[in-house]
């Protein structure tokens, strides 16, 4: 299925969800999942928040998400999906390619293990171009998920996106004040997470879908960790063309492009975006 091909994207950008697999993805689930197990010495990678201390846990995760994020092989294995999926990885760009590793026990969990409460991407990013990729590495249930409110994809939710700075997160962790500034915008009110499409995808199969969707992460009542990687990618020519998903309640101060960079890293959203001079 040509996934993110321009008229695909349209359709993402309207609220669409696809659930979709490709050879390359099945590469990088294996890629990712062997980068997990030796970063876990082996052990049981979903109940391994079981057997060591929490802080060596969480440092742990730490490493590999960096090590996931730079690794030459999962960029590579990137660069066929897109292309399995009718897209150009030169015009592609990319956040911080992300692992994630949810484990149970979730009032006491920290950043980067603790859930995600409910928010729209663009609400930080302003970038309503953004399309989503959700994978997991193992099997997930309703319960250790990520769950989407598609029926308030046109409607306005109130949220603290005017007040709120990248920048200023990063400040705050420079001086070590680790969780005292939200590590993203959110919603201001309470969704009832029993009323939002909960995505299950097979391992093999990844959710795709704009960044513009309410969603947040399900609260882990299994035993289990959650383990899954997102990408998150802006096409260049979409940013050209005008093409995204509707702006109902953003309030970002800033468009900060410069968060997205080409797979190779050599070329910035920023520096690309500028309007083209005409001869």
């Known amino acids: 299925m040509s996934a993110l091909s321009p008229s695909a994207r349209r359709e993402l950008f309207a609220g669409e969800i696809f659930e979709v697999g490709a050879p390359s993805l099945n590469k990088l689930i294996s890629h990712a999942t062997h980068m997990v197990e030796n970063g876990f ?102 319960n250790n998920t990520v769950a989407v409110w598609p029926v308030l994809f046109d409607n306005y939710v109130p949220n603290n996106s005017k007040t709120w700075s990248l920048d200023e997160l990063r400040a705050w962790r420079a001086r070590g004040n680790v969780g005292d500034y939200p590590l993203l915008p959110t919603s201001s009110v309470v969704h009832d997470i029993g009323t939002a499409k909960r995505l299950v995808p097979e391992v093999g199969q990844a959710a795709l879908f704009s960044g513009a969707h309410l969603h947040a992460s399900v609260p882990n009542t299994t035993d289990r960790a959650r383990l899954n990687f997102e990408l998150r990618i802006v096409f260049l020519s979409d940013v050209r063309s005008g093409e995204a998903a509707p702006n109902v309640d953003g309030e970002a101060p800033e468009t900060p492009r410069h968060w997205f960079t080409s797979l190779d890293g050599t070329r910035s959203l920023a520096d690309d975006a500028k309007p083209l001079l005409l001869a």
Do not use: C
Not at 81 to 102: M, P, Q, V
Not at 110 to 132: C, K, M, V
């Open 41 to 142: 010495f082996g052990m049981d990678v979903e109940t391994a928040h079981r057997e060591i201390d929490a802080t060596d846990y969480r440092a742990r995760v730490i490493a590999l998400r960096k090590a996931f994020n730079e690794d030459s092989g999962i960029r590579h294995l990137v660069d066929k999906l897109l292309e399995e999926w009718g897209a150009n990885s030169d015009d592609a760009y990319f956040d911080t390619l992300k692992l994630r590793i949810a484990p149970p026990d979730n009032d006491a969990l920290t950043f980067p293990l603790a859930p995600l409460a409910a928010h729209r991407d663009t609400w930080g990013s302003n970038l309503y171009e953004q399309i989503n990729v959700w994978a997991p590495l193992k099997t997930v249930t309703d």
